[in-house]
């Protein structure tokens, strides 16, 4: 029976992706666990394994398509001697509407699924049981498999395109009594949906008629920058952001720092002020723990270990991948750690649980020369560190000198739904405290 190769959920964020490239072509034969092709979401390019066996009968998506939407058949495969021509067509393109309500239905099969398009954990019929006389989809694999061990299909939910049962399914099962028929749930009334809220702004259309006569260039949105734009514009409208401002004395810092790097040379290693402000964060969410915390809707979730996410800029966008446990971790790991994460966010090579996560984030353009700035918090996020340029400036000791001194400034944006002005303040003041006593941070 030929089977369609839906394009996969590679992430929880992802809607579509673009089809970068396909390892496959029409004719191979592949294996559960072959990759068939790479594919490119809004944050990583990513390999997709096939999880059934058989024939590439059709290749319906060209490599280098965009938008290509989740759920839609990209491919179809087909048993050995079958014809292509016996295959089931594409579904004809919907309206918006109706692929909203695909989505929707299609959502508990994606949650059930492994992010990195694996297969999903076995489940039993108590878990999701058919009813009775429903038409059972298994490959003829899983089909022999199943007879071998004396499963019950029935029993059995299929991670394949659309519920189908493949090998994966059945080669953990053991075999069950077939449980009882349950009746079928009456259909239950759906309440009227709302209409969909339209984008605020002038239309597409009405700005480039502004522009009408003057020479633009016109640049299509990837995936990426859509992400950005629709998670920030949220960000925006929907988290009450206050802002609080400090600046930080470094003298102590670069000095502690120029003394280990020298001492850490022989071993290839050289730490930036990025890793202190990293480490300093870190252990100011265990000094202040209820700052540690994010916003779930309606709930706030109180973290225990110090996650910390760290914006690197990339072509086209950014990344923030995420430093676990970085409470934990000395100055020269947390600094490997991050050039690794930073390199390979750069390249698009970060998987999901990478950059997924963290109760706060750091955002530091002060290699740009700039002085400080407000950073736009990044969901569920419950704060973000803005940190500006070291600048040689005058100021007052505590002898009452003038003298100079390096001053950075730093900038913590906050959710007030989470964290409250005195608690930030707290928080902020735990970080410089951290960053003026650095040898604190070894201890």
Do not use: C
């Amino acid at each position: 029976m030929a089977t369609e190769i839906l394009m996969p959920a590679l992430s929880p964020t992802m809607e579509e992706g673009t089809l970068a490239k396909w390892l496959v072509k029409e004719g191979d034969t592949v294996s559960s666990g072959d990759i068939l092709a790479e594919i490119e979401t809004d944050k990583a390019t990513m390999e997709f394994e096939a999880v059934d066996e058989g024939v590439v009968g059709k290749i319906l998506v060209a490599e280098g398509t965009a938008g290509v939407k989740v759920n839609q058949p990209i491919a179809i495969l087909v048993e050995e001697g079958e014809e292509v021509s016996d295959a089931p067509k594409p579904a004809a393109p919907v309206s918006a509407a109706q692929d909203a309500k695909a989505a929707k239905e299609a959502e508990p099969l994606r949650e059930a699924g492994r992010t990195d398009a694996g297969p999903a954990p076995q489940k039993t019929g108590s878990e999701a049981p058919r009813t009775q006389g429903e038409r059972i989809f298994a490959s003829p694999l899983a089909r022999r498999i199943a007879a071998e061990k004396g499963l019950d299909l029935g029993s059995i939910t299929g991670s394949g395109p659309r519920g189908r049962i493949v090998k994966a399914d059945v080669e953990g099962a053991t075999a069950a009594p077939k449980a009882a028929a349950a009746p079928a749930p009456a259909p239950k009334a759906e309440a009227p949906k709302p209409e969909p809220v339209k984008p605020a702004g002038a239309s597409a259309d009405a700005v480039a008629k502004m522009f009408e006569g003057r020479a633009y260039e016109e640049v299509t949105l990837d995936g990426m920058r859509r992400t950005i734009a629709a998670r920030l514009s949220e960000a925006k409208q929907t988290i009450p952001h206050f802002y609080l401002r400090r600046e930080v004395q470094l003298d102590a810092l670069m000095k502690f720092r120029s003394t280990l790097n020298a001492q850490l040379e022989g071993r290839g290693v050289k730490l930036s002020v990025n890793d202190f402000i990293i480490k300093a964060a870190a252990m100011a969410l265990q000094t202040v723990p209820d700052a540690n915390a994010v916003w779930a809707g309606d709930r706030i979730l109180r973290l225990k270990p110090s996650d910390v996410a760290v914006a690197v800029a990339i072509e086209g966008g950014l990344f923030t991948p995420v430093l676990k446990d970085a409470h934990q971790k000395s100055l020269s790991a947390l600094s490997a750690e991050m050039k690794d994460l930073a390199g390979r966010a750069r390249n698009k090579k970060l998987a999901p649980h990478e950059y997924i996560g963290g109760s706060m984030a750091i955002s530091n353009l002060g290699m740009f020369g700039i002085e400080n700035f407000d950073a736009v918090i990044n969901p569920p996020h419950g704060s973000i560190l803005a940190v500006g340029a070291g600048i040689k400036k005058p100021v007052v000791g505590a002898d009452g000198e003038l003298k100079v001194a390096t001053v950075m400034s730093m900038t913590l944006s906050v959710d007030h739904r989470v964290i409250d002005g005195a608690l930030g303040a707290q928080f902020l003041q735990a970080i410089i405290e951290n960053l003026e006593n650095p040898m604190s941070m070894l201890a």
